[in-house]
């Protein structure tokens, strides 16, 4: 019932800035906690960022003055804006929204379906 579609990687400079944006579609009700992870070749997905339903948000410690993770709750889409790419970012980034269906009873991770950041010279 419901989906998510991100967008916004691409091929960057270390220094560079990206911005990606994910939207949920379908029969959403509620979305609590909005939260992005990326996952580089040969390694663990990764948690990033998140933000909660009330706007506070928390970053792992690498991206920490560098990338701002918001959200758009009347458009059910969440963004990260990434500033000073290093090489070490480049990874698969995907977002995760916990929400509930229209009519359902239960919140439950929704993912997107990734989008790819590539830094490097």
């Known amino acids: 019932q419901v989906q998510l579609v991100e967008s916004g990687g691409g091929l960057v400079q270390p220094g560079g800035s990206l911005i990606l944006s994910c939207a949920a579609s379908?029969?959403?009700?509620?979305?609590?906690?909005m939260d992005w992870y990326r996952q580089a070749p040969g390694k663990q997905r990764e948690w990033v960022a998140s933000?909660?339903?009330?706007?506070?948000?928390n970053y792992r410690d690498s991206v920490k003055g560098r990338f701002t993770i918001s959200r758009d709750n009347a458009r059910n889409t969440m963004y990260l804006q990434m500033n000073s790419l290093k090489p070490e970012d480049t990874a698969v980034y995907y977002c995760?929204?916990?929400?509930?269906?229209?009519?359902?009873?239960?919140?439950?991770?929704?993912w997107g379906q990734g989008t790819q950041v590539t830094v490097s010279s």
């Open positions: 995760r929204f916990i929400a509930r269906a229209t009519m359902g009873a239960l919140y439950v991770p929704y």
């Open positions: 379908g029969s959403i009700e509620s979305i609590n906690t």
């Open positions: 933000v909660t339903s009330s706007g506070f948000t």
